[in-house]
């Protein structure tokens, strides 16, 4: 059974910074598109920022561009996303989650894409 638990969220000021975690068990993923999104209060979810499953290649929303950065570490089985220059509007709960299919960059912004999901992480960033 595939597990993502996403760590590392809590509450700062605008312009800190906040590194994500998302740990990986029960299946090996090291070939498997992850990826970020976040859900705000009274809002859809959306994309964040994904890693290729090669892991050379990454994608990110345009709201995020240049302050965020996912990496992923297969010997640990984690995925990061990187937060500086965080601003109020980032606030939100969090999740990590894992493309079923290896070798396969397509759609990445797509949540139908995305088999497995953490349970979220909450991020708040006070103004």
């Known amino acids: 059974q595939v597990q993502l638990v996403e760590s590392g969220g809590g509450l700062v000021q605008a312009g800190g910074s906040l590194r994500l975690s998302c740990a990986i068990s029960?299946?090996?993923?090291?070939?498997?598109?992850m990826g970020w999104f976040c859900q705000a209060p009274g809002k859809e979810r959306d994309f964040v920022a994904a890693i290729g499953w090669s892991g050379s290649t990454t994608y990110y929303a345009d709201s995020v561009k240049g302050r965020f950065t996912i990496s992923r570490d297969n010997a640990k089985n984690t995925v990061y996303l990187q937060m500086i220059s965080l601003k109020p509007e980032d606030t939100a709960v969090y999740y990590c989650?894992?493309?079923?299919?290896?070798?396969?960059?397509?759609?990445?912004?797509?949540?139908?894409?995305?088999?497995?999901w953490g349970q979220g992480t909450q991020v708040t960033v006070s103004s």
């Open positions: 989650a894992a493309d079923g299919h290896s070798y396969t960059n397509s759609n990445y912004r797509w949540e139908k894409k995305y088999e497995y």
């Open positions: 029960g299946r090996t993923l090291t070939n498997n598109v």
